[in-house]
């Protein structure tokens, strides 16, 4: 079921119980407003009653007759079924003297019969027989007559459920539509989302009026300019590494047909005029083998070189620490203005090939570029083993005294991208700092252990 329908059922249901504890309220205040008013009515009769016998009756209205004062009582008596609420029947032992007139006295009401049950009041009926010196007995009787009273409230209590009803209707038709029109922006994001599982990373979300969803969008639209950086970003190392690659050949083929090609066939030819002559002298023999040496020598060092170059073999038979050092070593003889200096703490002897290689050929980028760039008179490289986390990790420092960089305005080309690549792939950190006259520090963190 879609959010839009819970919510709409969610606040119909608060609604109907708003509407259900009002209709309690309101009939219940119409059922106590009907009691009062019926009870004090009928105490309103019987004081009137009491009154207009004591006015008519007394003693002091001498000029009148007997009987004038019975007719004068009679018709204030009759007078009294004019109280609202009440209706008073008057008898003499004999004869009814106000005949009722249901017309009259009973209103005719539309309320519906459990209305009118629900808020009735008990019929209480009130008999008073007068005993008056100049007439028999009269018999008063007070019945309570609230049906009109409850017509009114009726008549109320129904205008306050048919606004109600109104009200929730209304209610629930807007509330609908505004949570459609709030709701709207998340097709939006999930079109964005389909999108980013098809691939394409350049949708935008734009900018949306509730902020909850606004941040979102703030965010999608973040996640979906570093995952569209990231992959021009791969593609470009993807295409370098390919053509490193290719260029690593042609210069090794080159390598080989120059120095290796061009010193094997100079042994042939010295073997093949050897063997050409059918005497031979000694002093001819010591120098055609002093030649062949010499060349054997350099076929070894270049094959050596080339060995070297294609994957240390130290690093593997002496472990990371030895294979620094040389190389460091190697660096520190062919340069004059700049001095490496080494140093090593706490080294495992065993470390993961990829994370052997990766510090290796991190360290050669950074000490290649502190040799191309940087200007420096000393570089530093520290490597250490810390405890980060409760983790064990190798830390890697490579910190020159040169020039620096201006961050901002320096493109980074693919030897620090390929720095940061080599630490990510060991699930490592990899900050590099500087700013211009402050050299360039490079720190590396990765875990001992993947
Ligand atoms: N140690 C350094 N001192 C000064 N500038 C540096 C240093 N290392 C790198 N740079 C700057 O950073 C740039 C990018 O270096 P790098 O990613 O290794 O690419 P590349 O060496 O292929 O140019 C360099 O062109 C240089 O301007
Ligand atoms: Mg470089």
Redesign the pocket.
Known sequence: MSLRIRLNILITTLLVILFLFSSYYTISHARNSVHSEVESSTQLALQLIQAASSSSLSERDKIASDEQKHVKFIRKLTELDMIRHVHIEIRSPTELLNPADDDILFIKSDAPKWFIQLIQPPATEIRRWLYTPVTSPIDVLIKPDPLDEIHESWIETRNILVFLSIFIILANILIYFVIGIYLSPIERILEGLASIRQGNYKLRLPNFRLPELDRISQQFNHMTQVLSETKVRNQLLTKRSLEIQEEERQNLSQELHDELGQTITAIKAVAVSISNKTTIEKRYINSSVRTIVKYSDHIYQVAKNMMHRLRPSVLDEFGLVKALQNMIDEWNDNQENIFCDFTFEDIPSYLSDSLRISLYRITQ??L???L???K?SKVNVKIRKVVDDGVEKINLKIE?N????DKDG????????GMRERVEMNEGEFAID?APEA??KINILVPLSK
């Open positions: 980028e950074g290649t570029n502190t191309k760039y940087s420096a020159d040169g020039i620096g960089m320096v493109k980074p080309g693919f030897g620090i991208l500087s050299g360039v």
